[in-house]
C-alpha cells in the first residue's frame, strides 16, 4: 500500500497522481505549443520513447479576450436559449417514461419551462452584477514559450533528432 510519504507517488502508469514539477533534460523549446507538438510528433515518427518526454508550459500567462459588450437583451437571450436547451433535453427525457408511442405534451412542457427558468436565473445573475462587468469574455491559459523535457537516458538521441527536424525545415 502507498501513502503520500511513502515513495510510491507514481502508479503503474508512471503519471504522477499529484501535481508534480517536470522532471528530465531540456532537448528542444519552442515559441508555440503546435510547434512543440511537432516535434513530439516527429520524435515518434522515428520511432523514439515518447513516453519519456514532456512538453512544459514556461512564464504562464491567463489572457482574458473580450467578446462583446453585455446589454439585458443579449443576457436574456443566452439564458433563454440555454434555458431552452436544459428544458428540451429534460423534455426529451421525460417523454421516454410516456405510455404513448409519440408524446409531444412533456418535450414542449420542458422546453418552456426550460426558456422561462433561464430567462429568470440570467436576469437575477445579471441585475446582482450591478454593471461591474458588463462584458462577456473568454480566458485562456497560454505560455510563453514550450520546453520539450526528455528523460536523461534518451536526451541526447532527442536533441540529435530534434536538430536534424529543424536542419530539414531549415529554408537554404
Given amino acids: 500500500m502507498s501513502g503520500p510519504f511513502s515513495g ?4 503503474a502508469g508512471g503519471q ?29 515518427e522515428n520511432e523514439f520513447p515518447v513516453e519519456d518526454v ?8 491567463l489572457v482574458e479576450r473580450v467578446l462583446g459588450r453585455l ?9 433563454a436559449g440555454s434555458g431552452a436547451w436544459f428544458g428540451l433535453f429534460a ?12 408524446s409531444w405534451a412533456p418535450i414542449l412542457v420542458g422546453l418552456v419551462l426550460g426558456v422561462v427558468a433561464g430567462l429568470v436565473f440570467s436576469a437575477i445573475g445579471y441585475s446582482m452584477s ?7 469574455s473568454s480566458s485562456q491559459l497560454v505560455a510563453g514559450r514550450y520546453d520539450v523535457l526528455c528523460q536523461p537516458r ?8 530534434l536538430s536534424k527536424l529543424v536542419m530539414r525545415s531549415t529554408p537554404q
Avoid: C
Fill in 71 to 79: 446589454s439585458w437583451g443579449r443576457v436574456l437571450g443566452t439564458g
Fill in 130 to 136: 450591478k454593471g461591474r462587468r458588463d462584458f462577456s
Fill in 154 to 161: 534518451s536526451a541526447e538521441k532527442g536533441r540529435n533528432l
Fill in 16 to 44: 504522477p497522481r499529484l501535481p508534480t514539477p517536470p522532471t528530465g533534460w531540456p532537448v528542444g523549446s519552442y515559441g508555440t505549443y503546435e510547434q512543440a507538438q511537432r516535434a513530439v510528433e516527429h520524435l515518434a
Fill in 91 to 102: 423534455g426529451v427525457l421525460l417523454s421516454f417514461f410516456d405510455s404513448q408511442v409519440v
Fill in 8 to 11: 510510491g507517488g507514481r502508479p
Fill in 54 to 61: 514532456t512538453i512544459v508550459g514556461v512564464d504562464l500567462m
